[in-house]
T-cell receptor
Framework: KNEVEQSPQNLTAQEGEFITINCSYS?????LHWLQQHPGGGIVSLFMLSSGKKKHGRLIATINIQEKHSSLHITASHPRDSAVYICAVAGNQFYFGTGTSLTVIP | DAGVIQSPRHEVTEMGQEVTLRCKPISGHNSLFWYRQTMMRGLELLIYFNNNVPIDDSGMPEDRFSAKMPNASFSTLKIQPSEPRDSAVYFC??????????????FGEGSRLTVL
């Protein structure tokens, strides 16, 4: 049983498309993190959420605590957005999703 | 500002050898995390420290793994003896928080370990 489920696992989009990656979790949490990992391996924290919605540039993250669900949206996607996006939840311990591999084609 | 600094970036060693990975967190951060990433298991939290004290080491795979944080600016993850199944990328991250549940995570670039 995975405490964190992400979908889709793989996603290919044309440049400019609106992208949504979903994360559902089954444990009680105090915060949810969206992480980005580029080819070459470095991991960057995009968002940390405990409620509502956050926006950084073309990236938007939302969380619904009651439904135990979060979404990461990318508007006007660009090839440089190609990466693996990982959802992680922090409760009694950290649980990670298996990641969504995004490829944006020019 | 320098980010989280890990060393070595790459290490290749033979089975049975001792491996020591090092991490310097961001100055002022009070939480430090060690993660391991493999193709099979993805990202896993191994251990985290808060104010230099180990809070949760339930992710440490077995007694061959140990981690220390002697002061706020340095941590080590040691594997002794190493085994081929320990081959992975080991990430260190730090944050300013009251525990694992708060604070944005800042990751180092990782240490890629290969055990032959």
């Amino acid at each position: 049983k995975n405490e964190v489920e992400q979908s889709p696992q793989n996603l290919t989009a044309q440049e400019g498309e609106f992208i949504t990656i979903n994360c559902s979790y089954s444990v009680g949490i105090s915060a949810l993190h969206w992480l980005q990992q580029h080819p070459g391996g470095g991991i960057v924290s995009l968002f940390m959420l405990s409620s509502g919605k956050k926006k950084h540039g073309r990236l938007i993250a939302t969380i619904n605590i009651q439904e135990k669900h979060s979404s990461l949206h990318i508007t006007a996607s660009h090839p440089r957005d190609s990466a693996v996006y990982i959802c992680a939840v922090a409760g009694n311990q950290f649980y990670f999703g298996t990641g969504t591999s995004l490829t944006v084609i020019p | 500002d320098a980010g989280v600094i890990q060393s070595p970036r790459h290490e290749v060693t033979e089975m049975g050898q001792e491996v020591t990975l090092r991490c310097k967190p961001i100055s002022g951060h009070n939480s430090l995390f060690w993660y391991r990433q493999t193709m099979m298991r993805g990202l896993e939290l191994l251990i985290y420290f808060n104010n230099n004290v180990p809070i949760d080491d339930s992710g440490m795979p077995e007694d061959r793994f140990s981690a220390k944080m002697p002061n706020a600016s340095f941590s080590t993850l040691k594997i002794q003896p190493s085994e081929p199944r320990d081959s992975a990328v080991y990430f260190c991250a730090s944050s300013f928080s009251g525990g694992a549940s708060t604070g944005e995570l800042f990751f180092g670039e990782g240490s890629r370990l290969t055990v032959l």
